[in-house]
Structure formats: C-alpha cells, structure tokens
C-alpha cells in the first residue's frame, strides 16, 4: 500500500460455514462446517500474486522478528481449530478473515 493510497477496514462477526470454501478464496486449515467467529481485516491495496500467496505464511516474509506476522496467526489459529480465508488478486486488494469456532454453552445446571 506504499505506492497509492489505500483504506484499511477491519470487521468482526460471526459467519456460518458450508462443507466447502468460498470457490473466490483459500482457506488455509479448512474448518468443519459450522458457526465461527470472525475477524476481517480488508484493504484496497494492490493485492498479492500467487508467488506471495504460496509464502504468506511463512515466518521469512514479516518484516518483524521471530514469532511475528502470519506465521505466528496460523499457529493461534490452528491451536484453536479455526482457519484463515484469504481473498487476493494483484491490483484488487486483500481480505483476511480469521475464523474461530464459536464454543457451545451447555445449559447451566438446575438449582435444587
């Protein structure tokens, strides 16, 4: 986003999941179909081409120090059996979201 302006939006919600991905985006560690929380950051940069999205997670490609970055989301992410769905095309911007399942509360138990 350093050659042209961009805006930057993030969301949060929760999105219900079909046994298959979005046909438009990678969904990296695909979770069940479900009910998950959801963080989305989304910009209308320049996008990423296929060579950047192959390494996006890898811990080399941050411009932070060792444990920063995609890399380190993944590992959250997959600690707590969510996924990562990536939307990107050189020229058309980005959207990330963050996906955690949403816990089942059991019902509290009777009072005697």
């Given amino acids: 986003m350093v ?9 949060t919600g929760e999105v219900a999941l079909s046994a ?31 060579d950047t999205q192959a390494r996006i997670f890898d811990p080399s490609l941050t411009t932070k120090f060792t444990g920063r970055g995609l890399a380190a989301v993944l590992g959250i992410v997959r600690a707590h059996e969510g996924g990562v769905e990536i939307d990107t095309r050189p020229g058309d911007g ?19």
Avoid at 3 to 11: C, H, K, L, Q, S
Wanted: net charge positive; hydrophobic share 35%; proline share 15%.
């Fill in 20 to 50: 298959s991905p979005p046909s438009s985006s990678v969904l990296f560690d695909p979770p069940g179909p479900g009910r998950y929380a959801c963080v989305e950051v989304e910009d209308t940069g320049c996008g990423m081409d296929e």
């Fill in 94 to 112: 980005t959207r990330i979201r963050v996906l955690f399942p949403i816990a089942r509360i059991a019902s509290p138990p009777a009072r005697a």
């Fill in 3 to 11: 050659e042209r302006p961009a805006r930057v939006a993030i969301r």
